[in-house]
């Protein structure tokens, strides 16, 4: 516990130092998660965080993260909606354009049991750059509910609404 605890002592340190240091929250948060009990003091690490830079989705991510792993879903789904919000007067545009910020945010709707919502997420998340975890959620979605979803532009090219997200083949040489 002694490395820990002097690892504690030099983050708070560099936060004082050099409170704008955004990656520093992000490392302190962590230190704090990995430590039984301290589970607490790293939520007003990360709140800290996102009061000072209101407008980058990983703050944003790590509360919710923390929220989820304590079991406080419904506050996490508020912490990222409020992300979402931008902020009292909507100027703060990232958390909403980020795709960990959106799939986040619908994975936690799907497990509370939507599917509309956390396919427009999930669909906002492809045109952000998800890529294939936010393709994979989107099918994963599709197949349960058995309506296919449509795309039109060029990330409809990208996935096959007839693809079984479940079912993955690879093959080495010919096909028999």
């Known amino acids: 516990m002694g490395r820990i605890a002097e690892a504690i002592s030099t983050l708070r340190r560099c936060l004082q ?24 003091e790293a939520e007003g690490v990360y709140a800290h965080a996102i009061g000072t830079y209101f407008d980058h989705p990983d703050a944003w991510v790590n509360l919710a993260s923390l929220l989820v792993q304590t079991g406080r879903i419904s506050d996490a789904i508020g912490v990222l909606r409020q992300g979402m919000a931008g902020g009292p ?6 958390p909403r354009e980020d795709p960990s910020v959106l799939m986040l945010l619908g994975y936690l709707l799907h497990l509370r049991g939507h599917a509309a919502e ?3 997420l999930y669909m906002l998340a492809l045109g952000c750059g998800g890529g294939p975890v936010a393709s994979y959620l989107l099918g994963r979605i599709s197949t349960e509910t058995g309506q296919p979803y449509k795309l039109r532009g060029p990330k409809s090219k990208i996935l096959n609404p007839q693809l079984n997200p479940f079912r993955f083949e690879y093959t080495i040489g010919p096909k028999p």
């Open 118 to 120: 956390p396919t427009s």
């Open 17 to 40: 130092s050099a409170p704008g240091f955004l990656l520093g929250y992000s490392v302190f948060g962590h230190l704090l998660e990995s430590v039984h009990g301290r589970e607490r």
């Open 89 to 94: 007067e909507g100027k703060f545009r990232k």
